[in-house]
């Protein structure tokens, strides 16, 4: 079953500009982590955050997770055209076992 | 190129064929796992291998057959596919169960007739 859920399903804005896409879930949980999946291809690591960590840091990537609102946020700052992606989040209770996927959100950044 | 790969890259068969999906990675991982990717639904785990041991089959219907020889090699059979089974299939590999997926492949683009 689903486990978190990114928000917007869909965004769209000019290069330059920052992205800010949003991941609930619903159980606690050990770790989440965010990918990135160009257009019919396979998915990219970004960033991994554990459940003790408030925010975490990766060039233009920056990863908050609030535990008690149960959501993390992926901002992406000075946003380029190479950018354009699908962006997923991914929650673990105990191990990869029980990883589940968002539907993730779908980020346009216009040239 | 992530050190995922898969083979075929597109597959296309009809509903009696037999086919199998290949996955490779040479990262020295020990963990290795099939998910299902269908057009805007979230990313299905299928199987997980960890150590070349089956750890998890998450209630996929038997026309699907994993396989794993040794910890660098992962395949899936086909047999007798629906066409609702027509999807991108993503081979994924890490270093252990714990620790995130590390990569993934560029999948297999299934079309069942």
């Known amino acids: 079953s689903q486990q978190g859920e990114e928000d917007p399903q869909a965004l769209s804005i000019q290069e330059g500009e920052n992205a800010t896409m949003n991941c609930s879930y619903k159980t606690s949980i050990n770790n989440l982590q965010w990918y990135r999946q160009n257009s019919g291809r396979g998915l990219v690591h970004l960033i991994l955050i554990r459940s003790n960590e408030r925010e975490k840091h990766s060039g233009r990537l920056r990863v908050t997770l609030d535990t008690s609102k149960k959501s993390s946020s992926l901002l992406i700052t000075a946003s380029r055209a190479a950018d354009t992606a699908s962006y997923f989040c991914a929650t673990i209770v105990y191990n990869n076992n029980d990883m589940r996927f968002g539907a993730g959100t779908r980020l346009t950044v216009k040239p | 190129e992530t050190g995922v790969t898969q083979t075929p890259r597109h597959l296309v068969m009809g509903m009696t064929n037999k086919k199998s999906l290949k996955c490779e990675q040479h990262?020295?991982?020990?963990?290795m796992y099939w998910y299902k990717q269908s057009a805007k639904k979230p990313l299905e785990l299928m199987f997980v291998?960890?150590?070349?041991?089956?750890?998890e089959n998450n209630s996929v219907p038997s026309r699907f057959s994993p396989e794993c020889p040794n910890s660098s090699h992962l395949f899936l059979h086909l047999h007798t596919l629906q066409p609702e089974d027509s999807a991108l299939y993503l081979c994924?590999?890490?270093?252990?169960?714990?620790?995130?997926?590390?990569?993934f492949g560029p999948g297999t683009r299934l079309t069942v007739l």
């Open positions: 291998y960890n150590f070349k041991e089956q750890t």
């Open positions: 994924a590999s890490s270093q252990d169960t714990t620790v995130g997926l590390g990569a």
């Open positions: 990262l020295g991982h020990n963990a």
